[in-house]
């Protein structure tokens, strides 16, 4: 059997893996747009400030694949698929048929609408070789850095970036921080806690009008008339899927490619999984998720027929000296709240459960995120309020 998969990231990994561990004799291509070995996405972020050894930034050694038998084509992109003809015609010119496919595509940062973004100092962290872009105009004197998009990954990125001593601000049209990941008393908390680092300038609230500049970034305007200036912008406005190559071969996909509980798409021989795929209307955009449906689907390509279940994944930040780690539904639906909350104003620590109708749905961690992977399984197994302090949760 060939199988072919369409990049080269966690998903698609873990499902070479899961492949080859069932049958050995498949025969496992995949095919990466980026030129590196796979890598821990996720470090981007930490690798703006911090030097990498390759141990802790490439997944697996080069040995590895030839060990594992997996053929790795770097810097090949897929260009199209036949799916009459079962072949994927790639950048280079060639094409490769296959037995069963696996899209495992992932995503790319969403570029709002806004004037000036075509000018070559917006850019935006996703892959390698962004990074080391932003690192070539750092080198080059860049100094004063805009990002636009105040979410976990931009709070991240600024947060790294003002460890360089860049000077950063921080633009979000939402009136309040991290909204989906903490209510307004966390929110205030942390807010304090980033207003004292002096570092990173952060304005909520505000709608940009355009970026300036002739022929390369001098500044943002909002539309309530500031003006920041600036030489450089960093996009972080949230996950657009890479989905093209499967909506042109006629995949069922509207903002992700749409998938079973097996990671199959509306092709009984294609899969899909990670950041591209779309189970239950649920599009992750996070590690773990990838990892398991990556997993998921390969098994059901070697024939084993594992099922996808939806889980309740946790978000989490490390910024500003501090960490937060946020799950499930923390009071933003309708409904009546029970809410268990702990503070230490010392420390900056700050908990709180959300119950409903007696049963854990949600919870917060900020400045302690030691009981975090406690928290995510009791808001996964939905815990009573006595089953959450058996496990150590309810601070006194
Ligand atoms: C800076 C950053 C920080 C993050 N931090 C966290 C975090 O702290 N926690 C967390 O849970 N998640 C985090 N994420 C998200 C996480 O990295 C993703 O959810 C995860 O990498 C998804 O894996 P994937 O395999 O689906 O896709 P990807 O990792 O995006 O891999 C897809 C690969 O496919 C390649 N590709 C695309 N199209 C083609 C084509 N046509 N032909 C060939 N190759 C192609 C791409 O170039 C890419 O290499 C972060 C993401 C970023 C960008």
């Known amino acids: 059997m060939k199988i072919v998969m369409i990049g080269a990231g966690i998903a698609a990994l873990e499902a ?9 004799d498949a025969e496992i291509h995949l095919f990466s747009r980026e030129k590196i070995l796979p890598y821990r ?3 981007l972020t930490r690798m703006i400030s911090q030097a990498t050894t390759d141990e802790q930034f490439f997944l697996h050694p080069e040995t590895y694949y030839r060990e594992k038998r997996m053929q790795l084509h770097l810097g090949i992109e897929a260009a199209s698929i036949n799916r009459q003809h079962k072949t994927v015609f790639l950048s280079d010119g060639s094409s490769t048929g296959y037995d069963k ?9 969403f570029i709002p609408p806004i004037q000036g973004t075509e000018l070559p100092q917006v850019i935006t962290i996703r892959e390698k070789d962004q990074l080391d872009t932003l690192h070539e105009y750092i080198k080059n004197g860049t100094k004063n850095i805009a990002v636009i998009g105040g979410g976990l990954l931009g709070l991240e990125i600024a947060d790294n970036l003002s460890k360089l001593d860049m000077n950063v601000t921080v633009l979000e049209a939402c009136p309040a921080i991290l909204p989906r990941q903490l209510d307004e008393e966390g929110a205030a908390i942390l807010a304090k806690q980033m207003n004292a680092s002096h570092k990173v300038k952060t304005h909520y609230g505000v709608f940009i009008s355009h970026i300036y500049g002739k022929d390369k970034v001098e500044g943002i305007q909002t539309q309530n008339e500031q003006n920041i200036s600036c030489e450089l912008v960093i996009i972080c406005a949230g996950l657009k899927c890479n989905i093209e190559i499967a909506a042109a071969a006629g995949i069922d996909a509207g903002r992700a490619i749409i998938v079973n509980e097996h990671m199959q798409t509306s092709d009984p021989d294609i899969y899909a999984a990670g950041d591209c795929a779309s189970f239950n209307n649920c599009c992750y955009g996070l590690w773990q998720p990838a990892k398991e449906q990556g997993n998921v689907a390969g098994a059901n390509i070697a024939g ?16 500003f000296g501090t960490r937060l780690f946020s799950v499930g539904d923390i009071g933003q639906n309708d409904g009546e709240y029970q809410k268990v909350c ?24 900020l400045g302690d995120v030691a009981l975090a992977p406690k928290l995510e399984k009791a808001v996964a197994e939905g815990y009573t309020l006595e089953q959450c302090d ?3 949760l309810i601070c006194r």
Do not use: W
């Open 41 to 43: 996405r996720p470090a």
């Open 16 to 24: 070479a893996e899961a492949i080859r561990s069932r049958c050995q």
């Open 101 to 109: 496919l696996l899209i495992a595509t992932g995503g790319r940062c």
């Open 304 to 319: 084993e027929p594992l099922e996808f279940n939806h889980n309740m994944y946790g978000a989490r930040l490390n910024a």
């Open 390 to 392: 058996s496990a150590g």
């Open 342 to 365: 702990s503070k230490d104003d010392l420390k900056n620590v700050y908990k709180k459960m959300f119950f409903k109708n007696r049963v854990l749905v949600g919870g917060i961690m």
